[in-house]
Structures are given as C-alpha cells and as structure tokens.
C-alpha cells in the first residue's frame, strides 16, 4: 500500500513536471519576443518596426502612468496612411507623435469612448513614434496582477502592425 501511494505521487510530480516543461518550451518563438524587424503583414506599403513588444516588469500603482514608445518607419515608395489605433483595454491609450513633437490622440479601447480616426500619412522614408500609456489604477485593487496589453495600427489597406505590453502591477 505504502508503495502504491509512492508510485502514484511520483506519477503525479511527473506529470506537472512535463506540463511545467511543456508549458515552457511553447512560451519561447512567438512574434511578440522574436527581436529584429516586423512589419505590418509583410506586403508592400507596410510599415516596419524594430520593437513590438515590452515588459515593464513590476510597477507600483502608487507610482501612476508607465510610458513606453515604438518607432514605425515606412520604407516603401508611397505614403502609407494609418486609419485607426486601437488598444486591447481601457487602461491603456496610444498617441501618434510627429516628427515636430504634436501628438494625436489619445486613442484608446474601441467601444469605449470616442474612437478618432488617426488618418496620419507617412511619406517614404518618415517614421512616427507611437507612445503607449498604461494607467496602473484604471481597474482599481481588481487590477493588481499580470497585465498583457495590445496596441493595434492598421493602414487604409487593412494592413495591421500589432505592440504588446506586459506588467505585473503591485499595490
């Protein structure tokens, strides 16, 4: 009896060991944390982007906003305009940053509040800064834990570039 009950907790250990290991080994490859260049869908007329993805790691709530920003470059013959910049939720908004420092925006969470078109054009060889803003207090005590966010550009050709960003957010 004593060595059945071995048997079967060393099964156990096993079996949460191998989806421990499993879990792992499919984390690691995705688009989101393969570095170097990605682009809207890859065709022509699609924008690049060196970064899409960022982890603040741990943030205070009492500390407030976190910031980050991505670069988008159009390095193809012809303007490319971005009709819409929509994020994943309500606690994070995007702002368009020009060449000479105004901004667009905020835009924000579709369904929540007004969602501006961007209509922003890029002529060949221009880039523009999307500056992403997460609100660590927007959900309150209910919003402590892991967060994964998205931030998604889609062009007049329905071409999509999509940035992520994570956090653990402390009290």
């Not at 022509?44 to 960022?54: C, D, M, P, W």
């Not at 009492?62 to 490319?80: M, Y």
């Not at 007004?114 to 209910?142: C, M, Q, T, W, Y």
């Amino acid at each position: 009896m004593k060595t059945k009950n071995i048997i079967y907790t060393l099964v156990v250990i096993l079996l949460i060991a191998g989806f421990y290991i499993w879990g792992y080994s499919t984390k690691g490859g995705t688009a989101g944390s393969v570095q170097g260049v990605s682009t809207l869908n890859v065709s022509k007329g699609s924008l690049i982007a060196t970064e899409k993805f960022y982890d603040f790691g741990a943030i205070s709530m009492k500390n407030g906003n976190v910031v980050k920003e991505f670069t988008v470059t159009n390095f193809n013959d012809g303007d490319i305009i971005l009709s819409k910049v929509l994020t994943s939720c309500m606690c994070t908004s995007a702002y368009i940053v020009k060449p000479d420092g105004t901004m667009k925006g905020p835009f924000g969470m579709s369904g929540h509040g007004a969602a501006p078109l961007s209509d922003e054009a890029i002529k060949p060889g221009e880039n523009r800064i999307v500056r992403v803003v997460f609100d660590p207090n927007a959900h309150g005590p209910a919003g402590v834990g892991m967060i994964d966010r998205f931030i998604t550009l889609t062009d007049t050709s329905d071409n999509t570039l999509q940035f992520e960003v994570k956090a653990l957010v402390t009290p």
